[in-house]
């Protein structure tokens, strides 16, 4: 090659190497650049990190041996009782089967026994979580959590993980891992007010740790992901799905990690835990008010280990008076009338009430049982029961609000006339229903009025059947009932075949009580912590507009006719009254829900054996049925002239009602057929304000010769039910009270 060639070629080689040089912002970003960037960025983190790790020591021990107690006071700031003394008893790790050792390194970290005590990925991903807000890290070594536990605290925070980590680090290096194992088991909180594993042995299985079995082991070990929520005494259908799914989980990690035979593990049963029992101090009402307390914390946003860690001044709604005084009125009225040490039928009665302001929806009174050493769960806030007839207003204010039409398209109100005759099958529904009324009596044509006051079931089957279950439904979903199984959108439903609690139903009344208004109970009054950050949410829905004022007091205006002239007699008083008797299929359950202008209160019977099955309330607090009408209206009737002083006794209803009712000319019961229902016109609906109802007559009328006496039909009628009136029982027929317009 000549030299001309060779310069030209020196030439051709410089402009490539200057066309293929970045310029711009790209010079900055050479993979060499990113590179060195990179190695640097982890060099300053190992850097920091070591510094933090030279910095943080391995602290004392924390004190969960130094828990606050927790301090509950009434709402008049006088003390309900203290909680807060730690039930744990520290067991060696010896003293603990290998099985029940192996289930809880098989729930929580299977590489326990091989890594260096921090699981860098699951850190990562809660730190992460933690600056995002998405909640609580995940995948913590057993070793983190016995740090957490035994040396740091439950904060949910950047400085808290990174402590945690590098104090696990150590940790590792210094004990062996049968001491972080016995630690962690011995540290951990398991609900029932159980930490460490020997306080939980005892909670759920009535026997000390180291007679567990593999299978006890491994709920024990899978209760530690959410001891409220897998608590099998107190968990929903779906938290027993998912702890029976976690149980699963440990067993088959057992086998994988050749730590039990696969064949034995085949023939593992899943070993359900004994009913809890109430700790030390908290007998008679005392153990129901915290728990329910408790409960709402959780609600409302502070967690069940913030509320365990103590330290906390928890303020209830509940009136020391009127707490006395639901105690007292179930004491007289039931408990003076049952031989539970004697008779196993007596034994078999449970009582559970709520007592709802319907201004705020405090709860100022709640009954849970005899007491809570003796009956664990709370009768106030299961929703194992059926409400019955108590669900009837809610399918009257729903078809008023939505101006539903009968089969001959009618508006439906207070004066709508429906055929009473019993197992009437109901017209228009692709689903079969013929509801028996009580003792099978049948009442020809008769009033919404009257239906409501007698508690007719072919009526309000028919009804719900105009108004659609499904928009029946929705209304007590926003007047605060829950959504729960055996609550198909059928016929069947008027008659109150959901579950539903005490405290449920007095919100629903609650609401009608105060115009439409969702009114949400709430037992705690406010909640502080000398220390903790906590606050309280609001509860969710209170004071929405949930049904109008016109639907929500023209119910109101009907119940106040069971009161009067209806199954709800027993709970009249001196004081104006509204309110619903209920009975459930087979007598399982009796309630009486009513409301005066200043005060909700629900009440209700139900029949449970020892092992916590439903069985009936017949033949035990009474001879035959067991009625809302009977002693459910009594021990409210009792409580609420208790409960209530002179002005607000002398409160009156303001209702504003869409249709008021009229005297009603109803024939007497009959057990022959009735006709083809005929529909009398009623008038639209006029939304002006009324009068208030005149007053209810105070006392309870005298007792009359008959069931059914004549009534002239321009009167509102004074009648007296059998002593133990029931649904469809009491009543003559044209027993409706007069709303003027």
């Given at each position: ?9 020196r030439q051709r080689g410089a402009r490539r190497a200057k066309k293929a040089k970045p310029t711009g912002i790209r010079r900055f970003f050479t993979w060499r650049k990113l590179l060195g960037a990179f190695f640097g960025l982890c060099l300053l983190v190992m850097g920091a990190f070591f510094v933090i790790y030279l910095m943080v020591p391995v602290p004392t021990a924390n004190a969960q041996a130094e828990m606050q107690s927790n301090v509950y006071k009434f709402s008049n700031g006088k003390i309900l009782t203290r909680t807060g003394k730690i039930n744990r008893e520290i067991v060696p790790l010896e003293k603990i089967p290998k099985p029940v050792q192996d289930a809880f390194v098989a729930a929580e970290n299977k590489t326990f026994y091989k890594d260096s005590g921090v699981d860098f990925k699951g850190t990562a991903r809660g730190l992460m979580n933690t600056l995002t807000g998405k909640g609580k890290q995940g995948g913590s070594t057993i070793t983190q959590q016995y740090v957490k536990n035994y040396y740091l605290n439950q904060d949910q925070t950047v400085t808290r993980k990174l402590k945690e980590l590098v ?575």
């Amino acid at each position: 090659m000549g030299r001309a060639e060779e310069r030209q070629a020196r030439q051709r080689g410089a402009r490539r190497a200057k066309k293929a040089k970045p310029t711009g912002i790209r010079r900055f970003f050479t993979w060499r650049k990113l590179l060195g960037a990179f190695f640097g960025l982890c060099l300053l983190v190992m850097g920091a990190f070591f510094v933090i790790y030279l910095m943080v020591p391995v602290p004392t021990a924390n004190a969960q041996a130094e828990m606050q107690s927790n301090v509950y006071k009434f709402s008049n700031g006088k003390i309900l009782t203290r909680t807060g003394k730690i039930n744990r008893e520290i067991v060696p790790l010896e003293k603990i089967p290998k099985p029940v050792q192996d289930a809880f390194v098989a729930a929580e970290n299977k590489t326990f026994y091989k890594d260096s005590g921090v699981d860098f990925k699951g850190t990562a991903r809660g730190l992460m979580n933690t600056l995002t807000g998405k909640g609580k890290q995940g995948g913590s070594t057993i070793t983190q959590q016995y740090v957490k536990n035994y040396y740091l605290n439950q904060d949910q925070t950047v400085t808290r993980k990174l402590k945690e980590l590098v104090i696990s680090l150590k940790v590792d290096q210094k004990k062996d891992k049968a001491e972080i194992l016995a630690g962690y088991m011995n540290t951990s909180y398991y609900g029932r007010n159980a930490y460490g594993i020997q306080a939980a042995a005892q909670a759920y299985y009535r026997k000390d740790a180291n007679a567990l079995n593999v299978a006890e082991g491994a709920y024990l070990a899978a209760l530690l992901q959410a001891p409220s929520q897998y608590d099998w005494a107190v968990a929903s259908d779906t938290g027993k799905k998912l702890v029976k799914e976690r149980w699963n989980y440990v067993l088959d990690n057992m086998v994988e990690e050749n730590w039990l035979d696969s064949g034995k593990r085949t023939g593992l049963k899943f070993p359900e835990p004994k009913p809890p029992r109430a700790a030390p101090g908290m007998e008679g009402q005392t153990g129901y008010l915290v728990d329910a307390a408790n409960a709402e914390m959780e609600r409302r946003g502070i967690s069940e280990e913030e509320i365990k860690a103590g330290g906390w001044t928890i303020t209830l709604n509940i009136d020391e008076k009127r707490q006395k005084a639901l105690v007292k009125a179930v004491d007289k009225q039931l408990e003076a009338k049952l031989e539970r040490e004697k008779d196993k039928r007596d034994a078999t009665v449970q009582a559970g009430a709520t007592s709802v302001d319907p201004k705020t929806g405090h709860v100022v009174a709640l009954y849970g049982g005899k007491g809570a050493t003796e009956h664990w769960l709370s009768n106030a806030t299961r929703r194992d029961y059926q409400p019955a007839s108590t669900f009837k207003p809610v399918v009257l204010a729903s078809a008023l609000e939505n101006g539903a039409e009968t089969q001959d398209g009618m508006k439906i109100g207070l004066n709508t006339k429906y055929d009473g005759t019993s197992k009437r099958p109901v017209e228009g529904s692709d689903v079969p229903f013929a509801p028996e009324n009580e003792d099978d009596r049948d009442y020809g044509m008769v009033s919404v009025q009257r239906a409501t006051n007698s508690s007719i079931n072919s009526v309000f089957a028919q009804m719900i059947v105009d108004v659609t279950p499904a928009k029946a439904k929705k209304t007590a979903l926003a007047m605060g009932m829950k959504e729960g199984k055996g609550w198909p959108e059928q016929p069947a439903m008027s008659l109150g075949t959901m579950g539903a609690s005490t405290w449920d139903m007095a919100g629903v009344y609650a609401s009608f009580d105060n115009h439409g208004k969702r009114v949400t109970p709430a037992i705690v009054k406010s909640a502080e912590h000398a220390v903790r950050d906590g606050t309280l949410e609001k509860p969710e829905g209170h004071g929405t507009q949930v049904i109008s004022r016109e639907a929500a007091d023209t119910t109101t205006a009907a119940m106040t006719g069971v009161v009067k002239s209806g199954s709800g007699t027993n709970a009249a008083g001196d004081y104006q009254a509204a309110g619903k008797t209920g009975t459930s299929e087979n007598n399982r359950s009796a309630w009486f829900v009513g409301y005066t202008p200043e005060l909700v209160t629900a009440v209700a019977l139900f029949g449970e054996d020892p092992k916590g099955g439903q069985v009936t309330l017949t033949d035990t607090v009474n001879e035959g049925r067991a009625n809302g009408g009977g002693v459910p209206a009594k021990i409210w009737q009792q409580y609420t002239t208790g409960a209530l002083d002179d002005e607000a006794a002398a409160a009156e209803f303001d209702l504003e009602v869409e249709e008021g009712a009229t005297a009603d000319p109803d024939p007497t019961p009959t057990v022959t057929p009735s006709q083809t229902p005929s529909q009398t016109p009623s008038k639209g609906p006029t939304k002006t304000p009324t009068k208030k109802p005149t007053k209810t007559p105070t006392g309870k009328p005298t007792k009359t010769p008959t069931d059914e006496p004549t009534q002239t039909p321009t009167d509102t009628p004074t009648i007296t039910p059998p002593t133990d009136p029931g649904d469809g029982e009491s009543g003559g027929p044209n027993a409706n009270p007069v709303i003027k317009q």
